[in-house]
């Protein structure tokens, strides 16, 4: 029943924003943090990628194995209740250019949908890092919970070869409604798909379907030293002005 009211009232929303951009031609300086390249004026248009496993529309126990999203610890203040909110988890990297432009807009969701989604960002390098971090955002300066984890535990569950990787997550079933880098250009999530997608926690029936319990959390744990953790792909992909880059 719950897959059925999602699908009817947020599937067929993706379906249609997933393929039309939004912001077409507009300038970096108005939008920063959908730039592939640092300089240019114009966004160019390019196809809808996906540097993952697609898991749309599976849930977080299927995915992890288990209803527990793992990490090693919290560099800041972890979400205090995820019950009955949307949740958007993007791994990404301090090394990784388009990672450092997407923190503006997931400290911007934080902000503005508070009371609504909560937004994790995990970083799959450590906290040194982090405090060196280059770009106009500081570790200071970000509120959003933060976490590393350098065995990139969640982001090899999907499969993630390519950074930045955003899923957004359902607050009934723990099922992924969205997918993808979250500013790649033209099939960002951005601020008009995410507003409609939350605005379904004001719909009567969704809201007798939120349960008192999320169905998923969030752990932090060390990794288990007598596992072997997959390692991160030599070169990761990240889109770039030129093309697919590696580093």
Partial sequence: MMKQLFFLSVGSLLTVSLTVPVFGQMTLKELPWLAESQGKTALPKRERMLWADSVLFKNITDICGSPVIEMEHWVNAPPKDITGKFVLVEMW???CPPCRRSLPLLEYFHEKYKDQLVVVS?????EASLKKMEGEIKLADMKAPLAVDT???FANALGVYGIPHAVLIEPIEGIVLWEGMPTQ?????????????LSNLNNPAVQKKLPKTPPFEFK????DPKKKYRAAPEKTV???SGGDSTL
């Fill in 185 to 197: 250009i033209g099939f960002e999530l951005s601020d008009e798909k995410l507003g409609k997608i």
């Fill in 122 to 126: 995990i970083c799959e390098t450590d």
């Fill in 220 to 223: 932090a744990c060390p990794p």
């Fill in 93 to 95: 990297a301090t090394w």
């Fill in 238 to 240: 990240f889109p770039d």
């Fill in 151 to 153: 065995k990139r535990r």
